[in-house]
């Protein structure tokens, strides 16, 4: 079986937001995939999809306070300026955390460990809803 | 052909460890794919998967030894720190090597480049075995 | 529909080019995918790809330069160094930005943001020709 899907995230705060709930209810067809793939791909630079911990949210305040340090805003050597200096940073977090991710579907769930939770990350000031494409490929 | 399955690691000392081999035994199944992917998902949050140099031990110490000095676990602004000053970088480490592989099959071997192997990066002090699951999808 | 190949990028200078056209020029059995998922894997160790946006050359230059400060080359506990002061620099990056990317495939495409494009990552001073695998898999 294969599903595809486009999905319509609403504009969130800089920093990690848990999105695995929001991901399986929107693909129902989960529930009748036996084992499988589900991907999933933002359509975006500025905004990472990355797979940690989903019960303490000091670690998702921790990761962003440490990725902001990491890449500030201001470095000299910087030429991508003109969007502000929010947006470089978030093009090369984008890239050091991967905008698609792949997950391992069994028995009708991802089989996420028991602290993983899917994050979204969005490293912009303000930087709108974001478009995510969910493709399931498994037998039933 | 869908299959998919479980691992176990056993408990590795914090840093990178070879474990294609290990991989591959686990998986007799990969000798009768002609083409395919096969998918690795640890279901941890403080380690690591990430396709790097085979040969060079050394190679696996630098890449230990920069991770380490790059989010070292005492900075001031960390407030997950009541797991020990190890565990918040683990969780940044892991979110930028990914918990995550897909690997190319091709005449029922994975298809590695001549240096490429699969590492285990385990960013504990004292992580404890390390679950890993397996799905491979292909065309016998 | 399974599909793969081995396609051969020629020496590229050190930094990040776009290859979103050489892919797709590559498979034409694109086309013919109505849904589906398109896996890259780099052969290498010391060059990477990501998805990243692609137009501003400078986004390109400031990723790289960003790059280069954050894993110099001459690092006082680096060990592997016999293969020159850019080669273990090269691993580190590999590894943070990956040397595989799964792509979503809608109506014959890869479905891609507006501003998403592939990206090769060299991170040797003089790589050489990069050899990548290609694997398509999908419903017609």
């Given at each position: ?16 937001h ?32 990355t797979l940690?911990e ?16 990491l ?11 003109l969007?502000?200096p929010?947006?470089m ?44 494409i ?6 039933t």
């Open positions: 079986m294969w599903h595809q899907q486009e999905i319509r995230l609403p504009a969130l705060a800089r920093g990690f848990l999105i695995t709930e929001r991901i399986v209810e929107a693909v129902p067809e989960l529930a009748h995939c036996r084992v499988g793939l589900l991907h999933l791909q933002l359509q975006h630079t500025s905004a990472s999809l940690n989903n019960a303490d949210p000091d670690v998702r305040h921790d990761m962003d306070a440490f990725l902001r340090r890449v500030p805003g201001d470095l000299p050597y910087f030429h991508h300026t969007e502000g929010d947006d940073p978030a093009h090369v977090i984008a890239s050091l955390l991967g905008t698609q991710l792949t997950l391992a579907v069994r028995d009708g769930r991802l089989a996420l460990g028991t602290w993983q939770g899917i994050r979204l990350g969005e490293h912009r000031d303000h930087g709108g809803p974001r478009r995510l969910i493709t399931l490929n498994g037998e």
